[in-house]
């Protein structure tokens, strides 16, 4: 470190890593956003070529901001990480085990390194700088190639007694179901997530013989967005697909609601996108199906962060948690 470190402003790293990009942000302890920007993880060559590219990248970033900042710590947010152990350990979309992300980052940076899991930093993101900015019990969705979930209680992000709570993705929807990546039938994000869509619209062309522009896309190159392309054209087939994927999610989440009693669930993610295509089939399947004493009172929002960047802030904001030596200032949010 610098002698003249205290003229200086502390900043900190915010890094989502996902199967095909991983985008970060530096940001001030403020808050205050000072730069952003992506790369491709290339997962295939492995845990030790991404986190060296990634070190290397985080301290090009830091040189390329006006001088008077120092770095103070770094969030990483990915799937299957666990905060406790400081490990990714396992993640389909990565093909990663047992990685040991904290030790990794050791060797090229002497500061906190913190740790968690994607779907609870979109959460904590969405609870600092996003639309949960003044909610104490939330429930964010991360709509992408699966569904993660991170979950507010009280004000606090819920964790479980081995820090794995909040795997809403995996709710088994459908006995004797779609294989899951998980090694069980009929979960969640089999219906729900970009690989759900793919299977959905599957199933549809096997069962129908309506026209669709999808019958000349093959399943290798169809992607959740020519759905919704297609349905925006009125694809009948795209249509039934969406309306379908949102019969499941609203079901799902009618459910969810008697067991966290949460005042909105908040959506992420590339799916997400899709607008009212997804979210007006969804809602009127989650209010037909809630409880009463809950009826008209949840609201599903979609997510208030520009360029879906809740993961990014949330990694951010859980990394100046880590800096703080107090473990009582830590449980505020955590």
């Known amino acids: 470190m610098s002698a003249n470190i205290v003229d200086k402003q502390e900043i900190v790293v915010g890094v989502d890593i996902g199967g095909t990009n991983t985008v970060f942000?530096?940001?001030?302890?403020?808050?205050?956003?000072?730069?952003?920007?992506?790369?491709?993880?290339?997962?295939?060559?492995?845990?030790?070529?991404?986190?060296?590219?990634?070190?290397?990248?985080i301290k090009e970033s830091c040189k390329s901001l006006e001088a008077g900042y120092f770095l103070g710590g770094i969030g990483l947010a990915?799937?299957?990480?666990?905060?406790?152990?400081?490990?990714?350990?396992?993640?389909?979309?990565?093909?990663?085990?047992?990685?040991n992300i904290s030790k990794m980052m050791k060797k090229h940076f002497d500061i906190p390194v913190a740790i968690l899991n994607d779907a609870d930093a979109a959460a904590l993101g969405e609870h600092v700088f996003g639309v949960a900015r003044n909610m104490k019990n939330f429930i964010v969705l991360t709509l992408g190639t699966g569904l993660g979930s991170g979950i507010f209680v009280d004000g606090h992000l819920m964790r479980g007694e081995n820090g794995l709570a909040g795997e809403l993705g995996h709710i088994i929807i459908e006995h004797g179901g779609r294989e899951c990546t998980c090694g069980r039938k009929g979960c969640l994000e089999t219906y729900v997530s970009a690989r759900g869509i793919k299977r959905s619209v599957s199933q549809f062309l096997s069962a129908s013989g309506a026209p669709s522009e999808?019958?000349?896309?093959?399943?290798?190159?169809?992607?959740?967005?020519?759905?919704?392309?297609?349905?925006?054209?009125?694809?009948r087939v795209a249509l039934d697909v969406f309306n379908y994927t949102g019969e499941i999610l609203g079901k799902a989440l009618a459910n969810v609601v008697t067991v966290f009693n949460p005042e909105a669930i908040i959506l992420f993610g590339g799916l997400a996108d899709a607008d009212e295509l997804l979210l007006k089939p969804t809602n009127f399947n989650f209010e037909k199906n809630l409880l009463n004493m809950y009826k008209g009172k949840v609201r599903i929002l979609k997510s208030g962060l520009q360029n879906g960047k809740a993961a990014v802030y949330g990694a951010c904001e859980f990394a100046k948690q880590s800096m703080v030596?107090?473990?009582?200032?830590?449980?505020?949010?955590v």
Do not use: C, H, M
Not at 325 to 333: A, D, P, S, Y
């Open 214 to 235: 999808l019958r000349n896309i093959s399943f290798n190159e169809l992607t959740s967005k020519n759905v919704f392309e297609l349905a925006l054209k009125n694809d």
């Open 78 to 99: 990915a799937p299957g990480a666990n905060y406790l152990k400081g490990t990714i350990e396992s993640s389909v979309n990565l093909n990663w085990e047992n990685v």
């Open 325 to 333: 030596k107090n473990t009582v200032e830590l449980q505020k949010f």
């Open 25 to 57: 942000g530096v940001v001030d302890l403020g808050n205050n956003i000072l730069l952003e920007n992506s790369f491709k993880t290339y997962p295939e060559k492995g845990a030790d070529d991404f986190f060296n590219r990634l070190a290397g990248i």
